[in-house]
């Protein structure tokens, strides 16, 4: 056997000596680095799933702020109704006793009543603008973990906003 080892040009001891260093080697690698390694990518792991985590929770709460922004607003609107329902009435009411004084008053109530409208309809726009710049500002800080600087993004939020409207207006 061991000519036939010697005659294929396998030289026992070398041989020998390289198995021992690869498996010394291969146990040194695995204790120094493959194992930290894989502790640093578990940790990486569980911290991007963290991160998956609080975007979702981000997420959850932005749908509940915007859909008690749209019932916020809904309300709004089932008011202006009810205040043009009644300042419609209402001129009904003048127009009977003096056709001329009537209309001028209910003119008068329509705008404002209208204004009254528009007046909270943007209110509820400044509060749906600031609540929804709090809850983007919050979750770039939950999604890039460090404190963004709120009044530039504020900022840029209010401008984003005011060409989207420019544009829907135009």
């Known amino acids: 056997m061991e000519r036939l080892i010697t005659s294929l040009g396998i030289n026992v001891p070398t041989l020998l000596a390289q198995v021992v260093t690869f498996l010394a080697l291969f146990i040194i690698l695995r204790f120094v680095a493959y194992k930290p390694l894989l502790r640093m ?10 991160s998956m985590d609080q ?8 749908a509940r702020a915007e859909e008690e922004s749209k019932q916020r607003i809904e309300a709004g609107i089932k008011e202006g109704q009810e205040l043009i329902n009644r300042a419609s009435r209402a001129g009904d009411e003048l127009r009977r006793q003096a056709k001329q004084k009537a209309q001028d008053e209910a003119d ?5 009543a209208r204004d009254e409208i ?5 209110e ?3 509060t749906l603008r600031k609540e929804f710049a709090d809850l983007t500002i919050m979750a770039a800080e939950k ?3 460090r404190s963004l600087d709120k009044k530039a993004h504020h900022d840029i939020i209010d401008k984003v906003l005011d060409e989207a409207k420019t544009l829907k207006q135009g």
């Open 118 to 122: 528009q007046r909270e309809r943007d």
């Open 41 to 50: 990518l578990d940790e990486r792991s569980k911290r991007v799933k963290e």
């Open 124 to 126: 509820a726009v400044g």
């Open 108 to 112: 008068a109530l329509i705008n404002r």
């Open 143 to 145: 999604v890039i973990d």
């Open 55 to 62: 975007t979702e929770l981000v997420k959850a709460q932005a």
